[in-house]
């Protein structure tokens, strides 16, 4: 793991809090907004675990939210969210609704129940924990997290995998703007640079070697994984004065970033999901915010790929060995 440069906390505004469980390989990344941020989400894959999406309709009467949580454990790790409700309204933070405050904290799962103990799950306190850890100071990429888990390449049956992980980069742009991205890697695909077209990683033989997988896929079919039993999870963090449909539009030009880097990507067996939240501030457009995200997401995939160390016997990129 190393420290990343280009963040999600460059967004002002933004704080990010870890927990996990390194023994039993699962964990969840929260995002705190303590003053609030527009938010909107696209959910593209078909197999997806949420909380809180339908607030983010543009035509629903939220209109900012408190933190995001990305999880892994599959559902079971949904509650984690109610530890970060618990944090924040400990603190007052939350839509007041005159006899008490009430955050608001949508919320997205990846599915890690293969890697480590299925039995064990983000929870509650595992939530609580990740938003008492939340600051504003650089954190590490790779087996972080709600990347803790993540593996990729499953397409080709589980023990071809490759470690996933959590990545995350960001961009400027005129008067000021701050566009960020942050992304668990959990993906059935491959990952793939789009600067020069080179796969980093995805599935591949005892001795290491990357294997081609769509042509291995076309060749051996693609029955040798378990359905619904990935996703990448991530969220867009800017600084533009948007409404609630402009970030909505922001989410979904954001998975672009996804579809440049992960092969195949938005599957049957993916609950592909990204939300984009702003704090304001900051003149904008949707366009130029939108292929930042795109390219900031990008870039966030291949930091958590390329940072993420081996464990449980399975190969990762950042370390030239495979731990037990």
Not at 153 to 170: D, I, N, P
Request: net charge negative.
């Amino acid at each position: 793991m190393h420290l990343t440069q280009g963040s999600l906390i460059d967004v002002p505004g933004v704080k990010v809090g870890h927990a996990a469980d390194p023994l039993n390989q699962t964990g969840c990344s929260v995002v705190l907004f303590e003053n609030g941020a527009v938010c909107g989400v696209d959910v593209r894959g078909a197999a997806p675990g949420t909380r809180e999406t339908d607030l983010l309709n543009p035509t629903n009467l939220i209109e900012q939210v408190h933190a995001v949580v990305l999880s892994g454990g599959s559902a079971f790790g949904l509650d984690a969210a109610s530890g970060v409700m618990q944090w924040l309204e400990q603190r007052h933070i939350g839509f007041d609704v005159g006899v008490a405050v009430v955050p608001i904290v949508p919320a997205a799962v990846l599915f890690d129940l293969t890697f480590g103990d299925p039995a064990v799950r983000p929870d509650a306190a595992m939530g609580y924990r990740a938003a008492d850890a939340a600051s504003e100071k650089p954190f590490a990429s790779g087996n972080t997290g709600a990347g803790t888990g993540a593996t990729i390449g499953k397409m080709a049956g589980l023990e071809k995998a490759m470690k996933g992980g959590l990545g995350t980069a960001s961009a400027t742009g005129p008067d000021g703007l701050i566009v960020a991205a942050m992304v668990a890697v959990n993906a059935v695909g491959e990952i793939r640079d789009p600067q020069t077209g080179q796969t980093l990683a995805g599935a591949c033989d005892a001795q290491g070697n990357l294997l081609d997988l769509p042509a291995y896929v076309l060749s051996n079919g693609d029955n040798r994984f378990s359905a619904a039993t990935n996703t990448t999870i991530g969220i867009i963090c800017c600084n533009a004065s948007f409404t609630k449909s402009q970030m909505q539009k922001v989410a979904q030009m954001a998975h672009d970033g996804l579809a440049r880097t992960i092969y195949p990507v938005h599957t049957l067996s993916d609950g592909d999901t990204l939300f984009a939240a702003t704090t304001g501030g900051v003149n904008a457009t949707v366009n130029i915010v939108g292929m930042l995200a795109a390219e900031v997401m990008a870039a966030a995939v291949l930091d958590g790929v390329r940072s993420a160390c081996s464990a449980h016997g399975v190969r990762g990129v950042g370390c030239s060995h495979v731990a037990d």
